[in-house]
């Protein structure tokens, strides 16, 4: 039923009101941060719970635009991460 679903405004909508674009979804995400991460800090936020899809967003920016992978994608993300596959200097 679309009233039980969570709605939100789309970040490239005017803040006048007027026409824009909603998005929804069938569940309130819950967003967490790595447990490596410093409570304090910016990083990037995962949400778990949503078959099919991993949304990842910058917690600088909670309202901001999220990716979507798909959870093969991130497993390998996260794989090469523990392999230290990503320097982190240039």
Same mark, same amino acid.
């Given at each position: 039923?679309l009233? &039980? /679903?969570?709605?939100? #405004? ?6 006048e @009101?007027?026409?824009?674009? !909603? $998005?929804?979804? !069938? ?5 967490? #941060? ?17 078959? @099919?899809?991993?949304? $990842?967003? &910058?917690? #600088? &920016?909670?309202?901001?635009?999220? /990716?979507?992978?798909? %959870? ?12 230290? &596959?990503? %320097?982190?200097? /240039?």
């Amino acid at each position: 039923m679309l009233a &039980d /679903l969570t709605w939100r #405004k789309s970040s490239y909508s005017g803040g006048e @009101g007027g026409n824009c674009i !909603e $998005v929804a979804s !069938e569940l309130p995400i819950i967003w967490r #941060k790595s447990s490596a991460s410093n409570p304090n800090d910016n990083c990037v936020e995962v949400a778990d719970g949503i078959t @099919g899809i991993v949304p $990842v967003r &910058d917690s #600088k &920016d909670p309202s901001g635009p999220a /990716l979507g992978f798909t %959870p093969e994608a991130w497993q390998s993300f996260i794989a090469g991460i523990r392999a230290d &596959d990503f %320097p982190t200097t /240039l």
